[in-house]
């Protein structure tokens, strides 16, 4: 009853190669802190949620950098359960941020389908990149625009994730549904939907 949990698992990297310990490393050099633990580097960013969500957003290097104009995250007079707008008037885009500076000859995605081998279809970063700005490109000769809505019957595959950052790409909304809820699915006002074998 009085004995202490024993942990099931521990870092087997030296502690300075971990990437919480290094971030926190940085914390501490940058804002002149002594944070010994993650708790305490916690602690830290509620405490001082601004300086650490502005130093997240260029630790992270997030495209594109926040512009030298931008010196807090939110407004710190909105309450959190409102949720304040975060770094309002910076526009980034997810796909970009996803695929730049990437190893194209690194593995990306794996996706292993019902019926498949283990190994699975395997896509590099290169691969990845391409067959987005394929799909991009058909989606925009479709005459999709940012703010469109963008809905795909697809099983879980790296196409999924492909069709999906293409639309991000683009500045539109995508979701996607699994072909086994059955064949009748209506259609809600403002979506579009695009056969993938004329995408």
């Not at 997810?94 to 019902?114: C, H, S, W």
């Not at 909304?173 to 939907?193: H, R």
């Amino acid at each position: 009853h009085g004995q202490k949990p024993k942990p099931i698992w521990y870092p087997t990297r030296p502690t300075y190669q971990i990437p919480m310990n290094i971030y926190r490393d940085h914390i501490n050099r940058k804002f002149s802190q002594h944070l010994k633990s993650s708790h305490e580097l916690h602690q830290w960013s509620v405490e001082y949620p601004q300086d650490f969500w502005t130093d997240l957003y260029a630790y992270t290097r997030i495209i594109p950098p926040l512009p030298p104009t931008v010196t807090t995250a939110y407004d710190p007079s909105v309450p959190m359960k409102d949720v304040p707008k975060f770094f309002g008037g910076v526009r980034l885009n997810y796909a970009e941020n996803v695929l730049f500076g990437r190893d194209p000859n690194k593995t990306a995605l794996i996706g292993i389908r019902e019926g498949q081998g283990l190994s699975g279809e395997v896509w590099t970063w290169g691969t990845l990149t391409e067959n987005v700005r394929q799909a991009r490109s058909a989606l925009v000769r479709h005459g999709v625009q940012p703010g469109d809505r963008i809905a795909a019957i697809i099983s879980t595959s790296v196409w999924s994730v492909g069709l999906f950052l293409a639309t991000a790409s683009i500045g539109a909304i995508w979701t996607s549904i699994s072909p086994d809820l059955g064949a009748e699915v209506s259609t809600p006002p403002g979506l579009s939907w695009i056969r993938a074998d004329k995408v």
